[in-house]
C-alpha cells in the first residue's frame, strides 16, 4: 500500500491504516534499531496525513514544486479526512506510549 501513491489517496488505505495501528501498532514498537525504523515510519505515515505525499520526508527532493495540492493519505474527501484524523491521532497515541 505504501508503494502504490493512488490507493494511498483513497478512504479505504486511512481506514486499514487505522485498523492496523490500533490492533498491532503498540506492539509492533520492538526495542534496539527496529524500533527506530518503526519511530521513522509512523513519521512518515504522520506526514504524508499532514503535508502530503509529496512533500513529505520520504519524497523530499521529487515534490512537484508546481503550488498543485498534494496527494493525502485518505484523500481529500469529505470522508478521506475525518479517516486520516483517525490515524494521525493512532500515531500520536503510539509515539507517546513508545
Known amino acids: 500500500m505504501l508503494g502504490d501513491e493512488r490507493l494511498l489517496e483513497t478512504v479505504v488505505s ?8 490500533d490492533v ?18 509512523l513519521e512518515l505515515l504522520y ?8 512533500s513529505s520526508a520520504a519524497t523530499s527532493g521529487n515534490g512537484n514544486g508546481k503550488g498543485e495540492e498534494d496527494a493525502h493519505v485518505g ?13 494521525q491521532l493512532e ?3 503510539i509515539l507517546q506510549e513508545l
Not at 484523500?75 to 490515524?87: D, N
Open 91 to 93: 500515531i500520536d497515541w
Open 47 to 54: 506526514e504524508a496525513g499532514t503535508v502530503g505525499l509529496d
Open 14 to 21: 486511512a481506514q486499514v491504516l487505522y485498523a492496523a495501528l
Open 75 to 87: 484523500g481529500q474527501t469529505p470522508e478521506g479526512k475525518p479517516s486520516c484524523l483517525k490515524v
Open 24 to 41: 498491532a501498532g503498540l506492539e509492533a514498537g520492538i526495542s534496539g534499531e527496529r524500533n527506530l525504523k518503526w519511530i521513522k515510519l
